[in-house]
């Protein structure tokens, strides 16, 4: 009976912490985050690389609860709005850089596309207020194969 008590107990302590982290850890008002490369309207002749900066602000791996550090993520044509109550999905528009990575090489299909970086904590969750980048416009060229059919 004891055993049963502590794991309720335990479980209600995860549920309760949770809930607690789900508030966001509060990042710098100074804490800036930008895409290096590439720039707003630019036209691709195919794949490319993207890559991340971030000012004020440190990048670690995820799961690494430093203060003022997290990782990168790469939003590709989402129009939804950041909730900052809820980590941050994990599909193929929403990239985890979980790794501490801070470039990538992007290969997306013909027409524009729209890029946004949004720095989330150990546990994915967007900072408060968010750390987001400018969202940038990408236009991505057919390639000459398929121009041709
Ligand atoms: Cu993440």
């Not at 790469?74 to 985890?96: A, G, T």
Request: aromatic content about 10%.
């Amino acid at each position: 009976m004891k055993i049963v008590c502590w794991f309720a107990l335990s479980a209600a302590l995860v549920l309760f912490s949770n809930a607690a982290y789900s508030q966001g850890k509060t990042a710098p008002k100074d804490a800036k985050l930008y895409f290096i490369t590439p720039h707003d309207g630019q036209r691709m002749k195919g794949g490319f690389w993207a890559r991340f900066g971030l000012r004020n602000m440190g990048v670690t791996h995820a799961g690494d609860d430093y203060q003022n550090s997290g990782h990168h993520h790469l939003l590709i044509d989402v129009n939804e709005p950041i909730d900052s109550k809820e980590p941050i999905p994990q599909d193929k528009s929403h990239l985890h850089f979980g790794a501490g990575q801070t470039e990538t090489f992007l290969e997306l299909p013909p027409g524009p596309h729209t890029l946004q970086l949004v720095l989330g904590d150990a546990k994915h969750y967007p900072f408060e207020p968010p750390v987001v980048s400018e969202k940038i416009t990408v236009r991505v060229r057919p390639a000459i194969s398929a121009r041709s059919k």
